[in-house]
């Protein structure tokens, strides 16, 4: 059985900053992207940043210059910097990876549980 779980989530004034991070554990044989989506009430989940098994990123425009993806193989992690946040930033942030359970399986999408993000203006 595969865990995402996110941690860095809270409550921040615009301008701050925020790094969330989100570890995989369980049966992995490995990764391939891993990424970060948002959710804000009443609209649709977005996808904000995502890394591949090769370190390519690629964002959403609304972040881009603002936040950073990266990730940590050894540690099974991706993060998410945050800088310079807007109130329209604030939304549930949700991790996601493509993971292969053993060297038979394929890339299935797994999903963490979400962690809050609250800019105030």
């Known amino acids: 059985q595969v865990q995402l779980v996110e941690s860095g989530g809270g409550l921040v004034q615009a301008g701050g900053s925020l790094r969330l991070s989100c570890a995989a554990s369980?049966?992995?044989?490995?990764?391939?992207?891993m990424g970060w989506y948002r959710q804000a009430p009443g609209k649709q989940r977005e996808a904000v940043a995502t890394i591949t098994s090769g370190e390519s990123t690629n964002y959403a425009d609304s972040v881009k210059g603002r936040f950073t993806i990266s990730r940590d193989n050894a540690k099974n992690t991706v993060y998410l910097q945050m800088n310079k946040l807007k109130p329209e930033d604030t939304a549930v942030y949700y991790c996601?990876?493509?993971?292969?359970?053993?060297?038979?399986?394929?890339?299935?999408?797994?999903w963490g549980q979400g962690t809050q993000v609250t800019v105030s203006s």
């Open positions: 996601t990876a493509g993971i292969r359970t053993t060297f038979y399986e394929v890339y299935d999408s797994y």
């Open positions: 369980g049966s992995i044989f490995s990764i391939n992207a």
